[in-house]
């Protein structure tokens, strides 16, 4: 579905060849930090590369769209000397997470896959602006071939089966924004669509709620954590394990959920007693309730859209 902004092409291919000096690496569809080990999930022919803007930590050597973790996102260094793609993220009017120029070279396949936890359920978007292509790309969502060209910004159904096939002799370079949705974010689609759009439907992003230090040390506790939870939520797990010992524990200013002694997620409070996963959306998150004194239930809330479904852990004293 194409975005009402028209983009200056002209201006996107300048600062296009401003990124060019810059190592482009092998593209990362999926990479985790996790308790048990990391893992990447890569479903394309090696020739697919990147190089980001925004990233996990800002690093500019991430070129995966990120997850939850301890670090937010951030701007890389490139940043500085793009300033029209600034002022096209700018103008999206949403928090942004990801930014990515992704080069498919000609001969270069993406095979058929789903980007999990995209759409307007799950409170994220995946966009493309497309800066250089050809007419002989093969752009498959869903069944149905579509053709973007440079100045465009398009939103697809990228959480269904998809795949890319550059058949022609021009690279294909798309700028690849992930962003949390807002009203805002919405009046940039077509007017029929936004007409008709469900609300209860959309996860919307939610800001941070202030929260006083005092209260932050209170939500510190123990739990005991499943460990085929953390493999179908979190992580991977071997299966061995019944149970994993888990803890939110104050550092600093930093709320953070430990497993096994080891930092896996900074937490951001949200309004109603709810903790953010860092580096995620309202997608999933955590609900406490506290005696005044400290946390005597603890929750796991996962959501996609109207679906909600709750998971309650046993909490015991620090």
């Known amino acids: 579905m ?11 291919q300048e600062e296009l060849r401003v990124a060019e000096s810059r190592l482009w690496r092998a593209e990362e569809p999926y990479r985790f930090e996790g308790f048990f080990g990391s ?8 020739k697919w590369v990147g190089v980001s803007l925004r990233s996990q930590g800002g690093s500019p050597d991430r070129t995966d769209p990120g997850g939850p973790g301890l670090e937010d996102f951030r701007d890389t260094t490139l940043v500085k000397h793009t300033p029209y793609i600034s002022e096209v993220l700018a103008s999206l009017r949403a928090p942004l997470r990801s930014a990515r120029l992704l080069r498919l070279p000609p001969g270069g396949v993406i095979g058929v896959h789903r ?14 602006a497309p800066i250089t292509t050809n007419e002989s790309v093969e752009n498959v969502i869903r069944g149905q071939e579509w053709h973007w060209r440079p100045g465009e910004l398009w939103y697809g159904d990228f959480g269904s089966l998809h795949h890319v096939r550059n058949n022609g002799s021009v690279d294909r370079v798309h700028l690849v924004v992930d962003v949390a949705i807002t009203p805002a974010l919405l009046t940039l689609f077509p007017n029929e669509f936004a007409s008709q759009i469900r609300c209860a439907d959309i996860l919307f992003h939610e800001a941070p709620a202030a929260v006083e230090p005092e209260e932050l040390g209170r939500l510190q506790c123990c739990f005991r954590l499943p460990s085929t939870l953390v493999r179908g939520i ?18 600093g200013d930093r709320l953070l959920l430990r497993v096994e002694d080891r930092d896996l997620f900074r937490l951001i409070p949200l309004s109603g007693r709810r903790l953010a996963l860092v580096g995620w959306t309202m997608e999933r998150y955590l609900e406490y309730r506290t005696d005044g004194r400290r946390v005597v239930a603890l929750a796991l809330v996962l959501r996609r859209g109207r679906q909600e479904t709750q998971i309650s852990f046993h909490v015991s004293s620090r």
């Open 2 to 12: 194409r975005l009402k902004p028209c983009l200056d092409a002209a201006r996107l």
């Open 115 to 128: 980007d999990t936890y995209h759409g307007l359920e799950y409170g994220q978007l995946r966009l493309h």
């Open 234 to 251: 979190f992580d991977i797990d071997d299966g061995i394990v019944a149970e994993l010992d888990a803890e939110l524990t104050l550092r």
């Open 39 to 46: 893992e990447t999930k890569v479903y394309h022919d090696g």
